[in-house]
């Protein structure tokens, strides 16, 4: 099993910074892919930015040159640096692991308000 628990969310005023971490658990070698998803109120949850299998990194329209992915440790670490936060990226924040024999697996998430 893979586990993945994030730390980082709060609150913060319109422009600062946030770094989300997500710690990843158990059988790491079997993730193929990382990344970062949100759900705002009454939304669906989107997906923000991702590390592929080749190393490569994707980011969501809405955050590209604001959002920075990354990763420590051979997957064991998977960071979302924030900057110049707005208040449309307020919503629970949600790491989530791609792997081999177990699927898709989430953490309980952590959540981010930017005030106005």
């Known amino acids: 099993q893979v586990r993945l628990e994030e730390s980082g969310g709060g609150l913060v005023q319109a422009g600062g910074s946030l770094r989300l971490s997500c710690a990843a658990s158990?059988?790491?070698?079997?993730?193929?892919?990382m990344g970062w998803y949100r759900q705002a109120p009454g939304e669906q949850r989107e997906l923000v930015a991702i590390i592929t299998s080749s190393g490569s990194k994707n980011y969501a329209d809405s955050v590209k040159g604001r959002f920075t992915i990354s990763s420590e440790n051979g997957k064991k670490t998977l960071y979302l640096q924030m900057n110049s936060l707005k208040p449309e990226d307020t919503a629970v924040y949600y790491c989530?692991?791609?792997?081999?024999?177990?699927?898709?697996?989430w953490g309980q998430g952590t959540p981010v308000t930017v005030s106005s």
């Open positions: 158990g059988n790491i070698f079997s993730i193929k892919s």
């Open positions: 989530n692991a791609d792997t081999r024999y177990w699927g898709v697996r």
